[in-house]
């Protein structure tokens, strides 16, 4: 009884992962190559030829599924954005009136494709709010010095004759 070499394990676990990595692929190309073969079938029993028919219902099928996914990913994309804005949370801030600037108490939900205005109490004025986040990284120092006693040493002490 022989063991295969460790070469021969290693081809074979490697074609193992490479099918199970596209086994999804392989999977819907041969249910779209045998609706095509179906579809070649019965154009070829009304007397019709079989290769343009297959052709057709291959290309006809990748752009049905293409266009669909497309649908239905911008369809759960929409609705990840919904969810992700009704967990935000309101943010509460005082601005100013832009006329009389009088102070106000605001809330809104952070949304970068909403306006948001707000009423002044005072003079009853429409305001826009212009937002701008900036974001700092926060740094720390490597290794901390002593300049009082390193500074002596880095100055060049030169006497210039006149």
Do not use: W
Request: glycine share 4%.
């Amino acid at each position: 009884m022989s063991f295969p070499r460790t070469n021969d394990k290693l081809v074979l676990m490697k074609l193992i992962k490479y099918f199970l990595f596209y086994k999804d692929f392989f999977k819907s190309t041969i249910i779209v190559l045998t609706n095509s073969g179906l579809v070649g079938l019965a154009f070829t029993l009304l007397d019709k030829p079989f290769c343009p028919a297959f052709i057709l219902a291959t290309c006809t099928q990748y752009l049905a599924f293409g266009v669909l996914v497309s649908i239905v990913s911008q369809y759960l994309q929409s609705k990840v954005r919904l969810a992700e804005l009704d967990s935000l949370e309101p943010l509460s801030t005082i601005l100013q009136c832009a006329s009389c600037t009088t102070p106000n108490v605001t809330t809104f939900v952070p949304d970068q494709q909403e306006r948001v205005e707000f009423v002044c109490d005072k003079c009853e004025g429409k305001n826009v709010v212009s937002i701008n986040f900036t974001v700092a990284r926060v740094t720390e120092f490597i290794e901390p010095i002593q300049v009082s006693q390193n500074i002596g040493n880095m100055i060049p002490t030169q006497q210039f004759k006149n």
